[in-house]
């Protein structure tokens, strides 16, 4: 074993081992080589609609601001050492954020632009996130947590050798997990000081003036110290501040050419709209508090003044959609979806809960219409496990499965319905799927058919075969019932009165237990 331990490590040293040259630095930097630039351009392009999905959707009532993001962007990719495939999106999120994904793919929240007070600062962000692209940051990201696999791979040959509620409901998404590790890593110090410095670079040969990511780190920091929830939930969490990264980018600043552009005029006129209706998204963030602590007369006031205030924004009227879901009264929560709908049909959101509503209503087909529409934009455990329902209900059981199936991928009570409905549609035609089961050796050498429960709910009234060849070498066969209900994980066994085994070996090659017939317990 430990022979084969060495031989698998160094396969694994040969074959994923590698340096890379950083396109920013020139310096080598550890990546594994099927993590190349290829990877990048296939992770970005393919994560990117469903992440931005899951992070809130785009951000449409201000077409204007989005080209004007888009713009600063394009300005400072310019400047980056590698010719990628650069987009910039705005999305639709309260929380102060920003993220790329690898090839390229970046976001800034709508929450974040309200904190910032000049295009600099802009610049500071985004070029930021630009050399975590262009420095290949997150394949190096992927690199090191490959390797950590790795070594609990081998740890693990090594130790084998020694021996809902409505108000409250969350969206279970079924988001690739690279994806979500990729948006939420927390990187390195030295991958946080190449961005600093090499974004800064990049600001400066684009014509900002440097001390934007100064004045940028100075507030976040004050922001960090007064510990700002949406900020820790944001920024703060993979792009943590600190006093030494403000000293860093002073003096960096002092290295560069003095002056440049700071754009304050342009970004308060770029982002005047976004600050003239901030009201109205604080009146969301305090109705989605109320909503989730069930007090709905005060999410309902709220709720209204955030329409009353920017009656365009579609996300307000879903919210009063949830409102109404919540206390029942569906047919209100489908008209404040339909109007959510009419504002924005690019979020899957708006699909799916007036799926979810229209499904409670009995209008089938229709609902059926709204969660495919959903699953188009972002695959959800709550569309698949309904889209399932409709099909078993249809007797499109093969399809019910596969939904079922799909649905049952996120950790969340969703999931759990979904295998309890696989369960109960493939309990009968194939127990053995559910239900493990071996022929054991008891302490007194007499056989014992042992069965183990793997299903995510209670089973009973199990029956097994038991096939064995006598001393005689005649072969025999006979039925046992499991008396009782086993749980999920819990394990039994039951006497066969099979006494002339000699070992182990021979219990192998002479009996063979099977498990025959099962049902989830009442």
Same mark, same amino acid.
């Given at each position: 074993? *430990? ?43 393919? =994560? #990117?609609?469903? =992440? ?28 980056? %050492? *590698? ?61 090191? &947590? ?40 927390? #990187? ?11 974004? =800064? ?6 014509? #900002? ?16 110290? &007064?510990?700002? %929830?949406?900020?820790? %939930? ?12 403000? @000293? ?19 970004? =308060? ?89 229209? #499904? ?6 229709? @609902? ?26 249809? &007797? ?31 309990? /009968? ?9 071996? @022929? ?15 299903? /995510? ?50 219990? &192998? ?14």
């Amino acid at each position: 074993m *430990r022979r084969l331990l060495v031989v698998l490590l160094f396969a694994l040293s040969f074959n994923f081992t590698g340096c890379s040259v950083n396109p920013v630095t020139g310096e080598k930097n550890f990546v594994l080589p099927n993590l190349d630039e290829e990877w990048e351009r296939n992770v970005g392009t393919q =994560m #990117y609609a469903p =992440m931005r999905q899951s992070q809130g959707g785009d951000y449409i009532l201000d077409p204007a601001l989005a080209e004007y993001v888009t713009g600063v962007g394009e300005r400072l990719a310019a400047q980056s %050492s *590698r010719d990628l495939p650069y987009e910039f999106h705005v999305l639709n999120n309260s929380v102060p954020n920003a993220w790329a994904l690898p090839g390229g793919k970046i976001v800034v929240n709508r929450g974040l632009l309200t904190e910032l007070g000049s295009e600099a600062e802009l610049a500071a962000v985004l070029g930021h996130e630009i050399v975590h692209a262009d420095a290949a940051h997150g394949a190096r990201q992927q690199s090191k &947590g490959l390797l950590t696999q790795i070594g609990m791979m081998a740890a693990i040959i090594y130790g084998s050798s020694k021996a809902e509620t409505a108000a409250g409901q969350q969206i279970a998404m079924l988001v690739p997990q690279l994806g979500a590790q990729l948006i939420t890593t927390k #990187y390195g110090r030295d991958a946080e000081r190449e961005s600093d410095l090499y974004g =800064m670079k990049y600001m400066s040969a684009a014509g #900002y003036d440097p001390q934007g990511a100064v004045d940028l780190q100075q507030t976040f920091v004050k922001l960090s110290e &007064g510990r700002r %929830s949406d900020w820790l %939930s944001g920024l703060f969490a993979s792009h943590p501040p600190s006093a030494e990264r403000v @000293a860093n980018n002073r003096a960096t600043a002092k290295t560069l050419p003095q002056g440049g552009d700071a754009g304050r005029e342009a970004y =308060m006129q770029k982002t005047a709209f976004l600050r003239k209706v901030q009201p109205a998204y604080e009146a969301q963030t305090e109705a989605h508090k109320a909503l989730t602590e069930d007090n709905l007369e005060e999410a309902r006031a709220l709720i209204n003044k955030a329409i009353r205030l920017e009656p365009r924004e579609a996300i307000f009227h879903a919210m009063s959609g949830d409102i109404f879901a919540a206390d029942k009264k569906f047919r209100r929560a489908e008209r404040a979806y339909s109007d959510a709908l009419q504002r924005d049909s690019s979020f899957f959101y708006h699909h799916l809960r007036r799926g979810q509503v229209r #499904y409670e209503r009995g209008n089938f087909k229709a @609902a059926r219409a709204d969660l495919e529409n959903s699953l188009e934009l972002l695959p959800t455990a709550q569309a698949n496990f309904l889209l399932g329902n409709l099909d078993k209900r249809a &007797g499109n059981l093969e399809s019910a499965a596969r939904y079922y199936q799909a649905a049952s991928q996120t950790n969340s009570p969703v999931s759990k319905e979904a295998q309890t409905e696989l369960v109960l549609m493939e309990l /009968p035609q194939n127990p053995g799927k559910y239900i493990q089961s071996a @022929a054991l050796l008891d302490r007194g050498g007499k056989v014992v058919a042992a069965v183990r429960n793997t299903a /995510p709910v209670a089973v009973d009234s199990i029956r097994v075969k038991v096939e064995y060849i006598d001393s005689n070498r005649q072969f025999r066969e006979f039925s046992l019932r499991i008396p009782g209900t086993l749980e999920e994980g819990q394990q039994t066994s039951v006497p066969t009165k099979i006494g002339d085994i000699v070992d182990t070996n021979d219990l &192998g090659r002479r009996v063979r237990v099977t498990v025959t017939a099962a049902r989830v317990a009442e």
